[in-house]
């Protein structure tokens, strides 16, 4: 009888255990980041070493941004090691700047139309894509480097009805002007928080696609197509006269007609095929 209760009593415990779930849960965000599971935009090689330094939680996704560390080390070439990164980050006398605001983590995620400013060498860039879909650093001058450029991503009434916009980099503005709307471009001043213009999304505007196959390339908006309960088609027509076609929520407008507010890359967002690279290449070498 006694063991009979016991088999019975081991039984009970077992499913218990069962039924409580795997013993292995995740506690809290990942901290780690295989190299090889590092995003293609951020250009590491295979044998670098295991891991690669993943991005903090901030203002950008983590497949969407460049850790402030690979910058510095993969991009500018400025320090070789973490250790020379955070010689250079903490050193008190404010060396880097991200949208004029002094940054000490060295796993600061840096995204799309960032202003990354070094104080001691004076060089200011931007972050954007190529036609690759690769992050570049893009070369800028001071004055261009007050401001960035911000697309809005939400806009709603919240608590007391105070109207507010929600932009690319999270940040939350309250108070905007009635007439800018999602989808739209505001030019934001870096020294003053406040925006000081904007530009619609419509037909014959500049833009710049920050997602999907044809990411980097710049273009005109030339036609909007709507699709109830799926996702809006807007075809774009770039500098050479191809024209594209990609989801609305990839478009990224630069400015007011065909001048751009900013400085692009250089290549001017213009995607090129193999042989009209070699043609390109050919009048290059022919011209020297």
Same mark, same amino acid.
């Given at each position: 009888?006694?063991?009979?209760?016991?088999?019975?009593?081991?039984?009970?415990?077992?499913? #218990? %255990?069962?039924?409580?779930?795997?013993?292995?849960?995740?506690?809290?965000?990942?901290?780690?980041?295989?190299?090889?599971?590092?995003?293609?935009?951020?250009?590491?090689?295979?044998?670098?070493?295991?891991?690669?330094?993943?991005?903090?939680?901030?203002?950008?996704?983590?497949?969407?941004?460049?850790?402030?560390?690979?910058?510095?080390?993969?991009?500018?070439?400025?320090?070789?090691?973490?250790?020379?990164? !955070?010689?250079?980050?903490?050193? @008190?006398? %404010?060396?880097?700047?991200? *949208?004029?605001?002094?940054?000490?983590?060295?796993?600061?995620?840096?995204?799309?139309?960032?202003? =990354?400013?070094?104080?001691?060498?004076? &060089?200011?860039?931007?972050?954007?894509? *190529?036609?690759?879909?690769?992050?570049?650093?893009?070369?800028?001058?001071?004055? &261009?480097? %007050?401001?960035?450029?911000?697309?809005?991503?939400?806009?709603?009434?919240?608590?007391?009805?105070?109207?507010?916009?929600?932009?690319?980099?999270?940040?939350?503005?309250?108070?905007?002007?009635?007439?800018?709307?999602?989808? *739209? !471009?505001? @030019?934001?001043?870096?020294?003053? +928080?406040? =925006?000081?213009?904007?530009?619609?999304?419509? #037909?014959?505007?500049?833009?710049? =696609?920050?997602?999907?196959?044809?990411?980097?390339?710049?273009?005109?908006? !030339? +036609?909007?197509?709507?699709?109830?309960?799926?996702? *809006?088609?807007?075809?774009?027509?770039?500098?050479?006269?191809?024209?594209?076609?990609?989801?609305?929520?990839?478009?990224?407008?630069?400015?007011?007609?065909?001048?751009?507010? =900013? !400085?692009?890359?250089?290549?001017?967002?213009?995607?090129?095929?193999?042989?009209?690279?070699? @043609?390109? +290449?050919?009048?290059?070498? @022919?011209?020297?």
């Amino acid at each position: 009888m006694c063991i009979r209760d016991r088999s019975t009593w081991g039984s009970q415990i077992k499913q #218990n %255990n069962k039924s409580r779930g795997p013993k292995n849960m995740a506690r809290g965000p990942k901290k780690h980041l295989k190299r090889i599971a590092a995003p293609k935009s951020w250009m590491l090689s295979k044998v670098g070493g295991v891991y690669a330094t993943r991005s903090s939680q901030g203002p950008h996704k983590l497949r969407e941004s460049l850790p402030l560390s690979i910058v510095l080390r993969k991009r500018l070439t400025y320090a070789l090691n973490g250790r020379e990164v !955070t010689m250079i980050v903490m050193d @008190k006398e %404010n060396q880097i700047k991200i *949208d004029g605001k002094v940054r000490r983590d060295t796993r600061f995620p840096c995204g799309l139309m960032d202003v =990354i400013n070094i104080e001691k060498t004076g &060089e200011r860039y931007r972050i954007l894509y *190529d036609t690759k879909g690769r992050f570049i650093l893009r070369n800028i001058k001071k004055e &261009e480097a %007050n401001f960035k450029l911000c697309k809005i991503v939400k806009k709603q009434v919240g608590p007391n009805k105070i109207p507010y916009i929600v932009t690319h980099d999270a940040r939350t503005i309250r108070f905007p002007h009635p007439d800018i709307h999602v989808n *739209d !471009t505001v @030019k934001l001043d870096l020294n003053t +928080h406040k =925006i000081v213009d904007w530009c619609h999304f419509e #037909n014959g505007n500049i833009c710049q =696609i920050v997602g999907g196959n044809n990411i980097g390339r710049v273009g005109i908006i !030339t +036609h909007r197509e709507r699709h109830l309960g799926g996702f *809006d088609i807007v075809h774009v027509k770039d500098a050479n006269g191809k024209d594209f076609a990609t989801r609305i929520g990839n478009i990224f407008v630069l400015g007011k007609g065909k001048k751009s507010w =900013i !400085t692009l890359p250089q290549d001017q967002g213009l995607w090129l095929t193999n042989l009209e690279k070699f @043609k390109q +290449h050919e009048v290059g070498t @022919k011209a020297e």
